[in-house]
């Protein structure tokens, strides 16, 4: 069950939907790498992978970070997604004055 975003906060869906697929990928290469000889050129690959793994994990949570930190300076509140709390409403006076008003 997908529950309600709140207003302005970022979707998530996207961003993991492409970055679990670029991780399962980069995964399922360096596995195919592993019966491959021991060359300079297969090393090389394989830390090409690997950095891209790390990048993209880095992407993924950090500038999510980011993202928020920038949203909790642009609204300066410390629950940048939350809805603004109404108001509450003024007690309500009565036209009469109290008892034993003196005046």
């Not at 492409?18 to 596995?31: D, E, K, N, S, T």
């Not at 007690?91 to 008892?99: A, D, G, H, K, V």
């Amino acid at each position: 069950m997908r529950r309600r975003r709140a207003a302005g906060e970022p979707q998530w869906f996207f961003r993991r939907l492409v970055a679990m697929g670029v991780i399962g990928f980069a995964a399922w290469r360096l596995m195919m790498l592993e019966s491959a000889p021991d060359t300079r050129v297969n090393e090389t690959i394989a830390w090409g992978w690997i950095l891209l793994l790390a990048t993209v994990v880095l992407g993924y949570l950090g500038f999510a970070s980011a993202q928020d930190i920038a949203a909790i300076f642009a609204t300066r509140s410390g629950t940048p997604y939350a809805p603004t709390p109404e108001p509450p409403d003024p007690p309500e006076r009565s036209p009469e004055p109290p008892r034993n008003f003196a005046g």
